[in-house]
């Protein structure tokens, strides 16, 4: 039992280790932005996907939006990805087709199976250019932002590009304002860390791009990940493709704002990065492909984020035990202490990363809020734990994925 | 001391201590004085104008100002409604004989015409000029920023601090330092010895133009031609001179292009890149380090490298009909480069000597 206890104070001690890594790196080494300054070139036709389901809320706002950006018009088409909506979604897209004839190209999906990258799957049909850009309905792209999700594709290397995604909802309540903190964390910081030390940038599904060429040559969208784009982050690494994250390519999203959604949230995206780590850990680790050993390590490290909640709960337990149990009171008490310094460092490692994301963001006072995210670390650490134990029960007892798709909560647009 | 009290005691202390940390977050929780979010740059992309077109739009209320000067030919000072001092020259050349030096050779004024402007030299210009005909700058002069809606031609040494726009020509004569953007609708040249950081126009030339520009025969948008193959190759690959290589290539090492070859597509080297003389590249050209593209070569894409790139004379980077960006954290070109849209040096950039 102290082993195993041995063994999961390493596995924390790793990913601390890994949140000062990329703080420190963030805040004094040399940032890489490499392709934010192609302005001016002959700039490809693109295809923009915008996934919607029973999003009469908020597509009408991407779509002008859209039809607004700073691209050349003949070299880009819309495409909203209608799947299976029941509410008013068809109608709002058809009036845009009305109006800008020629530049949006719906797709209505009324059967098949569900979630985006199944959708995503039969929409490529009408999909025939080098560069695909891929928008949630609730997002809400900047005028140049299609620009600079395009310009990374002029590297050949690259086969996947992710944006920043910035929280517009986040003075709402309690709940948007730690998402914001989170948010910030995790793209100001670790995704550009990744970015800087040529690691493995996430793909995120949203404000983000594929090389056409590249997802053919990996075998298209997988409908049968709950998370496409974490399985396509990996099905790209595994290729030898690339994928970058432009932290200045910023476009802003809705975040939930009822913690009962956020639970429903954080655990699909659990349930979808636990299914890659199984999928794609032990390959990528050990496997013959054309990742580098810096890209092995962190994506795996990157695949084990979720799995790690249940470990830390399974920790805290065997430290109990273990304690009580007294058979090796030594072992006992520096497992005790071992998991005490955790609380102490290793928390402080991902509020340090935090901070130091809302202080490179230009903002102060919301800082103040960090010692809250105790509560959202909680809610997480007991949801995502959540979600691995009934998944490995849905994989006993062979019960299907039920995909549920995130409430919106902006008023709809007139 | 009653045990019950004792416990409520030490509950209340570890409590309060608790509580402690938690009493900023609950006011900013209730204030939200910083709730706002993160202000994206939504309009304006990132534009190389927006600052002139910004300063453009500032100086409407001098308009009238102008017009009158112009016609009566006299010069009127006076204060903008911002604080800012400023002088309207009804002619241009009057700036030679007007006293526009302060202590320390200082212009602390706006200056503005709507015809011609002609500057003395060896004068710190600390606001923007705007200049509605041709705008000639004295030696040694620095400037913050400035608009001109014909011709602008700063003399040797000058420096400018922030941004220069030229709706004509834009020329800068040897050893200036440019740190700003510096844009031109029509053209930009710049003399030896010169400093950049951000050029944008239809055609940049360093130096003196010494021959013409003949586009690639066969000119295709990189991203759709490359999708037929990739290449991807461990360590360093060299392409020989002469030949015609077809289709992107993605090389981890070192990627050197023999001389007079040609590549139908896009290429990148993790470790650097080599391109001999008269090299021709259909696509974009990267590299994660650095890159040296030798003489005469054309290259029809993107050209960016992740540390430096040098460029010697002769060699072309986009076309009128496909402009492109060259860019790096350090960039030296020598005369006869010829970029035809975005130069951007995001530390240093250089026109160097002939090696």
Excluded at chain 1, 375 to 400: C, M, N, P, W, Y
């Amino acid at each position: 039992m102290i082993y195993v206890l041995y063994v999961i104070i390493s596995f924390i001690c790793i990913y601390t280790a890994r949140h000062y890594w990329f703080t420190l790196n963030r805040l004094f080494a040399f940032q890489r932005h490499p392709y934010i300054d192609i302005d001016t070139a002959d700039w490809p036709p693109v295809t923009i996907l915008v996934a919607a389901h029973n999003e009469e809320k908020v597509v009408a706002n991407i779509l002008g939006a859209l039809m607004t950006v700073k691209y050349p018009a003949d070299k880009m088409l819309v495409v909203p990805v209608n799947d299976r909506s029941t509410d008013r979604t068809r109608e709002i897209i058809d009036e845009f087709v009305g109006r800008f004839p020629g530049r949006i190209q719906p797709f209505h999906r009324v059967t098949g199976k569900g979630g985006k990258a199944a959708a995503l799957k039969d929409a490529m049909e009408h999909v025939d250019t080098e560069v695909i850009l891929i928008f949630d309905a609730d997002y809400i792209p900047g005028a140049g932002l299609i620009k600079q999700l395009t310009a990374p594709f002029f590297d050949p290397e690259v086969g996947g590009v992710m944006g920043r995604v910035v929280p517009m909802n986040c003075g709402t309540n309690l709940l948007t304002r730690l998402l914001d903190l989170e948010r910030s964390g995790g793209y100001q910081v670790d995704q550009q860390a990744r970015m800087n030390l040529r690691l493995v940038p996430q793909h995120g599904g949203t404000v983000a791009g594929v090389r056409l060429s590249a997802l053919r040559e990996i075998g298209g969208w997988n409908d049968n990940s709950l998370t496409e784009d974490t399985d396509l982050t990996y099905r790209l690494l595994l290729n030898g493709w690339k994928t970058v994250y432009q932290n200045r390519s910023e476009c802003y999203e809705e975040v939930p704002e009822t913690w009962a959604v956020r639970i429903k949230q954080i655990m699909r995206w659990a349930k979808g990065h636990n299914q890659a780590m199984v999928t794609y850990g032990l390959r990528l680790l050990l496997g013959k492909h054309r990742a580098s050993l810096r890209e092995r390590i962190d994506g795996t490290l990157l695949l084990g984020v979720y799995i790690m909640a249940p470990v830390t709960l399974l920790g805290w337990a065997l430290a109990l035990a273990v304690f009580y149990e007294g058979i090796a009171p030594l072992h006992g008490v520096i497992a005790l202490l071992s998991l005490t310094a955790y609380a102490a460092i290793g928390n402080l490692a991902a509020f340090f990363e935090i901070a130091a994301a809302v202080r490179l963001d230009g903002n102060r006072r919301r800082v103040c809020l960090l010692p809250f995210l105790i509560l959202g670390f909680t809610v997480s650490i007991f949801s995502v734990s959540r979600a691995a134990f009934s998944q490995v029960k849905d994989a006993l007892t062979g019960a299907e994925f039920h995909w549920d798709k995130t409430e919106r909560f902006r008023k709809a647009a007139s | 001391m009653n045990p019950l009290v004792a416990l409520a005691i030490l509950l209340s202390l570890a409590g309060t201590l608790f509580m402690l940390p938690l009493l900023p977050a609950l006011v900013e929780l209730h204030r939200k004085s910083d709730a706002r979010p993160l202000n994206v740059i939504q309009q304006h992309a990132g534009e190389i104008k927006h600052f002139a077109d910004g300063f453009r739009s500032y100086i409407k209320e001098l308009e009238p100002i102008l017009h009158e000067s112009f016609n009566s030919q006299a010069a009127v000072f006076g204060t903008l409604p911002d604080g800012t001092d400023y002088l309207v020259l009804g002619r241009g050349d009057e700036a030679l004989r007007l006293p526009l030096k302060e202590q320390d050779g200082l212009c602390p004024m706006l200056i503005a015409t709507s015809s011609n402007l002609v500057l003395p030299p060896d004068i710190k210009f600390s606001k923007d000029i705007y200049s509605g005909g041709e705008f000639i700058g004295g030696a040694k002069n620095q400037y913050r920023a400035i608009l001109g809606e014909k011709e602008v031609h700063l003399s040797s040494k000058s420096c400018v601090l922030r941004w220069v726009h030229a709706v004509g020509d834009f020329q800068a004569d040897s050893d200036c330092e440019l740190y700003g953007r510096i844009s031109s609708d029509r053209h930009i040249r710049l003399r030896s010895g010169c400093n950049f950081r951000r050029l944008n126009a239809p055609k940049i030339e360093i130096g003196a133009e010494d021959k013409d520009f003949s586009a690639l025969a066969a000119s295709h948008n990189p991203l759709v031609q490359a999708s037929t193959r990739r290449l991807l190759l461990d360590g360093d690959f060299n392409i020989p001179s002469g030949e015609v290589f077809s289709g992107n290539l993605v090389v981890r090492g070192v990627l050197h292009i023999g001389a007079k070859a040609r590549v139908q597509g896009s290429v990148k080297g993790d470790k650097g890149v080599v391109l001999e003389d008269s090299v021709a590249v259909e696509g974009s050209l990267m590299s994660a380090t650095r890159m040296r593209i030798g003489t005469n070569c054309d290259i029809h894409g993107p050209v960016i490298a992740e540390r430096d790139i040098v460029i010697e004379r002769g060699t072309h980077c986009g076309s009128h009909d496909q402009p492109t960006t060259v860019s790096a954290p350090s960039i030296a070109v020598q005369e006869g480069v010829v970029v035809f849209g975005t130069l951007w040096a995001r530390e240093h950039g250089q026109v160097a000597e002939h090696s």
